[in-house]
Structure formats: structure tokens, C-alpha cells
């Protein structure tokens, strides 16, 4: 997608020297304010840039600990070293599954390749995990569009269709393109009428940050708004469909998703909202059904809460606290929304229901479930 009309992916290789590569991030703890661009040179300088959010979102997060194992295999290409890496990398974020299936991916295209043959393989295999991706998300753009198509000829011809969406799951949160952003980008295209309502997401605000980033970037019509008047919006026939993320999918079509999108689901399910849930099959875990209780919910620092960074009049970037010293705070990062109150997973195969019989009819391939 676009910044100041040039094209741009959140992660991407560089060969600075011979036999010495280089992997290059957008470092969004910096967006919007700065634009920063992150040389990633070691195992440990990728493993830092996923816990600290230097790149979030399920399938970047699945990019980068892919390019990690590459990182680490350049230093170092024993099966010793390769175990290290799979270990450190994993325990950067718990919750979204991508992780894991990257990491798996890379690991499995290593196993009793030559070491000489090592780094290039997972090069090989990292860039190919990006480039499906960049596939996969273009994908489910197409699929999004036909309801976004649908929601535009229930209008006024010439209305914008108003979509509202929780955190970032836009480009910035893959390769390129994006999961929920998907189909806007695709409707702009084709020159459907689109407004977006982008809600803060608290407590890192990737929404009004990154997401509004996005779209003011890429000329989408959108309009930052508090967490809390998502149901407003709703009440007063203002929202014609919510698409969001997700960094974990059961099979039952259980979603977990950014803190907050729980609410979302349940005012969309009040007042009779499409709430759709845009997703690649990598974030599908086929082992859980119960996601309420299977899905380990990350819980970071406290200080994501009480301390907020902006740029001042001056242009100063500053970060202050915003809550009494000595008040102790919890950051839950992610919630689960039941099956129940999604109208449909859209993923790049088709949307499908909420559900194991609406996955496995896409994904017959899959997993099986394990018996009882």
C-alpha cells in the first residue's frame, strides 16, 4: 500500500554485503509521527522487534519470527542453534498462532539440509511465507468486497458505505494490503463510496495511530472516533457493517482478537450489525474449539496503559502519565468474541460461517478433529 503515494511493505530483505543479510521493518512504535525505518541484523533484534511491537499484527508477527530463524541460521547453522532460535522466538507474543505456524514452517524446511544450505532455505522460505501472505490477503480483499458491494446497493446510490473496524488489521499488520482493511482498499478501487469509522483501541491506540495512518495515506474517507461510541454509532444507523482482525481463530469460529472487540460484536449482535471477522487460514487454530477458555490472552506491561506518547504543538514527540501514581493497572491485550455473534469469517477462500462445519467447508485439508 501507499505512503506519500509510494508504495510500501512493513517488512522486507536487504543485502547490504556479500554473504550478509539484513532484514528491514517499519518500526510502528514510531507511526504516526515518525516515519522510522529498523535494520533487524540478529536473532535477538528480531525476537526484541516482535515483543516490543515494533511490527504486531498476526501474520507480520509470523514474517518476522520467520526472518529471525534466518537471522540466527546466518550466525549460526547447527541444529543446536536453530532449536535456540525456534525457542527464543516463540516466547516473544503468546497469543496469535501465526507464530507458531511460521516458526514450524521454518524449522520443518530445515531439518537435514546441509548446514551451507541452511541459510539460504529459510531465506527461501521466509520470503515465500511473505509473498502467500501478500496472496492471501489480496484474497480476502475480493471476498470482503462483495459484502461491502452488498451493503452499497441497500443504499442511497452514491452513499458511502460506512464500515467500522477495531485496532489495525491493515496493511501494517501483514505484508501488504491487509486482513480487514482488505476489502475497503478493494472497494476504493473499484470506486465504491466507503467511510470508515477507525476507534482509538485502547490502550496502544493502534487505531487512531496506525489505522488512520493507513487510510489518510491511501485517500480513504474515515473519521477517528473514542473507543466507546462504536454502540452509538450502531443505535443511530450510522455503521453499515464492522470488519475486523483476528490473531487466533478456533475451529468452532471462536475469535480472539484485539481487547475491545468483544464489545464491538456484542452492540453489532443489539442493533443488528453485520460483524464479519477478515482472516487468513494461518491464524485458524484447529487444535481449540472453546477459545473463551483454550486462548491464552497475553497481558503486557502496565505502562501501555498509564502512560500515553503524542507530538506536542511544538513538535515535540512526549510521553506522560495519565493515571495517579501508585494506581496499579492491568493490560489485558486480546479478548475472545463467540462464534455466536459473528455473521461470517471471511478469509481468502470465500466467507464462510462462524463455525467448524463453515471452516472445514473451505479448508476440507485441515486438521482433523482429534478424537474424542
Known amino acids: ?28 512504535t514510531r507511526l504516526p509521527h515518525e516515519i522510522v525505518v ?27 519470527a520467520a526472518y529471525g530463524m534466518a537471522l540466527a541460521v546466518q550466525a549460526d547453522a547447527s541444529d543446536e542453534a536453530v532449536d535456540v532460535a525456534y525457542e527464543r522466538l516463540m516466547r516473544t507474543r503468546p497469543t496469535a498462532v501465526n507464530l507458531r505456524w511460521a516458526l514450524d514452517r521454518v524449522r520443518a524446511v530445515l531439518r537435514n539440509q546441509p548446514r551451507e544450505q541452511r541459510l539460504a532455505r529459510a531465506l527461501e522460505e521466509a520470503a515465500a511465507i511473505a509473498e502467500e501472505d501478500v496472496r492471501i490477503c489480496k484474497a480476502i480483499g475480493d471476498h470482503g468486497l462483495e459484502l461491502i458491494r452488498d451493503a452499497a446497493r441497500a443504499k442511497p446510490a452514491g452513499e458511502a458505505v460506512n464500515v467500522l473496524t477495531h485496532c489495525n488489521a491493515g496493511w501494517l499488520a501483514t505484508i501488504d494490503w491487509g486482513t480487514a482493511t482488505a476489502p475497503i482498499y ?32 491511501q ?7 473514542a473507543d466507546n461510541v462504536g454502540g452509538h454509532l450502531m443505535q443511530h444507523g450510522m455503521v ?41 487460514s494461518t491464524t485458524i487454530d484447529w487444535t481449540i474449539t472453546d477459545g473463551v477458555r483454550d486462548v491464552p490472552i497475553e497481558r503486557r506491561s502496565p505502562d501501555e496503559l498509564t502512560r500515553m506518547t503524542g507530538r506536542t504543538d511544538d513538535g515535540r514527540i512526549e510521553t506522560v502519565s ?31 460461517s462462524a463455525s467448524e462445519e463453515g ?7 485441515a486438521g482433523r478433529t482429534p478424537a474424542a
Open 1 to 28: 500500500m501507499l505512503i506519500d503515494g509510494r508504495h510500501q511493505r512493513t517488512i522486507w530483505l536487504e543485502n547490504d554485503e556479500p554473504g550478509r543479510c539484513v532484514v528491514r521493518i517499519l518500526d510502528q
Open 38 to 64: 529498523v535494520d533487524l541484523t540478529d536473532l535477538e533484534a528480531a525476537a526484541v522487534a516482535i515483543t516490543t511491537m515494533q511490527v504486531r499484527g498476526a501474520p507480520l508477527i509470523g514474517a518476522t
Open 186 to 217: 478493494r472497494a476504493q478501487e473499484e470506486g465504491i463510496p466507503v467511510h470508515v469509522w477507525v476507534d482509538e483501541t485502547r490502550p496502544r491506540n493502534q487505531g487512531a495511530s496506525l489505522t488512520a495512518f493507513e487510510l489518510l495515506h
Open 219 to 225: 485517500k480513504v474517507p474515515h473519521t477517528v472516533v
Open 240 to 280: 453499515d457493517l464492522c470488519i475486523v482482525g483476528t490473531d487466533r481463530t478456533t475451529r468452532g469460529g471462536d475469535v480472539c482478537n484485539k481487547i475491545g472487540t468483544y464489545l464491538k460484536a456484542l452492540a453489532a449482535k443489539d442493533n443488528g450489525v453485520p460483524f464479519y471477522v477478515a482472516l487468513p
Open 322 to 352: 495519565i493515571t495517579p501514581a501508585g494506581s496499579p493497572a492491568a493490560n489485558y491485550a486480546f479478548d475472545v468474541t463467540p462464534a455466536h455473534l459473528v455473521s461470517g469469517l471471511i478469509t481468502e477462500r470465500g466467507t464462510a
Open 359 to 365: 471452516l472445514r467447508s473451505l479448508f476440507p485439508e
